[in-house]
């Protein structure tokens, strides 16, 4: 009895101690994300974000750099974590590949596992900016970085990615009809084909919001609010969109497929809807806001695919979760966020305003170890008792 017993011991031991942290779950567990941008000089300290994520729930984050005040903030929380390698770093980056495994090690190697950084985003929106200069860095960029991951037996913890945006497409609508911009290609198909080497999806910044303020007349705002609407039909495909979004997605899918991709995911890195903004933007209102993000959040709460894709459940990290007050362009740009800077909703879609007397919770990197520590001594002795 007693030598079963050790064994049942040696169990719980390597459970408790190894198991939580070596364990790989990839960049999204389930289908629900928030894009936690910092440019707001009047935001909440990352130590009361991780509160704020915590309560409503939301697990996965990503974030534009790789501030060490965040990761450190994020320590034990459980949070799964995308940094970001922002543009500027990218022609550095891909011409020298120890600056890469540089950054790598500082970056992400120092703060795992503790805080759980499930991806790194190469830029964002690179590719049909009109830079060639950035963008043929980005290739070279991203092999960098996951040659340094590798190299740290890392690459199946830290999933690589850049986000695109719809600049890259040539034409969207229907959304069979959608391939990527000539100018674009040379630069995509390769890195296309580097991420599917690797595993990585394709992700997408997609805003309804947007396209229906640059075309107010030709599309029907129910449509792009997830609203009831006749939608449209695609007759290449035989299928019919009752929203926008969907219809933005399948569009990429079609284009993946025109390049010779036709299996890789879709993952939106960003969508929203502004809660207030200029003149010419008189969609972006706290009830349009409300209704898109309200809408949105049911329809990845059922965990289904896209007419195209119906059996790829849709994963989207929603921008963002805070109004940023110094962001420049548009009044549309500083009013996405869910909350206010003081931490209180900025409408109601099922979240609650952060409590300022929340505590902790008690399972902080330190506080677990302590935890399994008491645990194991416990079932020790029991176990000898017997």
């Known amino acids: 009895m007693r030598s079963s017993g050790l064994v049942l011991l040696n169990f719980f031991f390597f459970y408790y101690f190894f198991n ?15 894009n936690y941008g910092r440019i707001a000089d009047n935001i909440p300290s990352p130590e009361k974000v991780v509160l704020l994520l915590k309560q409503a729930k939301i697990r996965n984050v990503r974030i534009y750099d790789a501030d060490h005040s965040v990761l450190e903030a ?18 550095e980056m891909s011409s020298n590949a120890d600056h890469a495994a540089t950054w790598v090690k500082e970056n992400v190697q120092s703060f795992l596992p503790e805080t759980r950084i499930r991806g790194i985003a190469i830029g964002n929106e ?5 830079d060639s200069e950035l963008s043929g860095a980005l290739l070279g960029a991203a092999k960098n970085v996951y040659n340094a991951l590798k190299k740290l037996n890392l690459e199946d913890t830290v999933q690589i990615t850049t986000a695109h945006s719809q600049a890259v497409f040539a034409n969207s609508y229907p959304p069979s009809s959608c391939i990527f911009k000539e100018n674009v290609v040379q630069f995509m198909k390769p890195l296309l084909e580097f991420f599917h080497q690797i595993g990585s999806p394709f992700c997408l910044n997609a805003y309804p919001f947007l396209a229906y303020t640059y075309n107010p007349t030709e599309i029907d705002i129910n449509y792009a609010l997830f609203k009831p609407t006749e939608g449209i039909y695609d007759p290449k495909t035989d299928l019919r969109y009752d929203n926008m979004l969907d219809a933005q ?8 497929q025109d390049a010779g991709f036709k299996k890789m995911e879709v993952v939106i890195t960003e969508t929203g809807w502004a809660s207030k903004g200029d003149s010419d933007e008189p969609a972006a209102t706290p009830e349009n ?7 949105l959040r049911k329809r990845l709460a059922k965990r289904k695919g896209t007419p195209l894709r119906p059996k790829t459940v849709l994963k989207a990290y929603i921008f963002a979760l805070f109004n940023e007050n110094s962001k420049p362009g548009k009044s549309s740009e500083t009013h996405f966020g869910l909350y206010k800077p003081d931490g209180t909703i900025s409408y109601d879609i099922g979240f609650d305003s952060l409590k300022s007397d929340a505590a902790k919770s008690p399972f902080s990197s330190s506080k677990r170890a302590c935890y399994y520590v008491a645990l194991v001594i416990s079932v020790s002795v029991f176990l000898l008792m017997i």
């Open 289 to 295: 806001a409300r209704t898109y993000n309200y809408n």
């Open 74 to 91: 994020f320590s034990g929380t459980g949070l799964d974590l995308v940094v970001g390698l922002p543009n500027g770093f990218l022609k």
């Open 126 to 130: 690179v590719l049909g900016g009109g």
């Open 249 to 256: 997605i399948d569009a990429a899918y079609m284009a993946l």
């Open 20 to 34: 939580p942290i070596s364990s790989v779950e990839g960049a999204f567990v389930g289908t629900y994300g928030i």
